[in-house]
């Protein structure tokens, strides 16, 4: 059984950071490309970044110089390290993964596999 489960979130103040986990288990996702996606409040699920199966990342234009992701494929592990946090950061964070084979990582649908997602809260 495929699961993608968050940890790291929580409560900080605005020019904080903090660091969210995503263990990958039930398959090896070395060749599947990783996301973060974010949803707050009354919004629509949005991309944040993700980091395709070469390790080559990407960011939306709110995470760019910010955020950073990376990943451990010998773990199984993405990591999203995110500094400078603002109040508008504030949202459930979610990972997932999708197959190599489609192509483009910022669209919800081209995702497989989704975690139950990890809640980060900026005060300011």
């Known amino acids: 059984q495929v699961q993608l489960v968050e940890s790291g979130g929580g409560l900080v103040q605005a020019g904080g950071s903090l660091r969210l986990s995503c263990a990958a288990s039930g398959r090896t996702f070395s060749n599947y490309d990783m996301g973060w996606f974010r949803q707050a409040p009354g919004k629509e699920r949005e991309f944040v970044a993700a980091i395709g199966w070469s390790s080559h990342t990407y960011y939306a234009d709110s995470a760019k110089g910010r955020f950073t992701i990376s990943r451990d494929k010998a773990k199984n592990t993405v990591d999203l390290q995110m500094n400078s946090l603002k109040p508008e950061d504030t949202a459930v964070y979610y990972c997932?993964?999708?197959?190599?084979?489609?192509?483009?990582?910022?669209?919800?649908?081209?995702?497989?596999?989704w975690g139950q997602g990890t809640q980060v809260t900026v005060s300011s």
């Open positions: 997932a993964a999708k197959s190599r084979g489609s192509r483009g990582v910022i669209s919800r649908p081209l995702y497989d596999y």
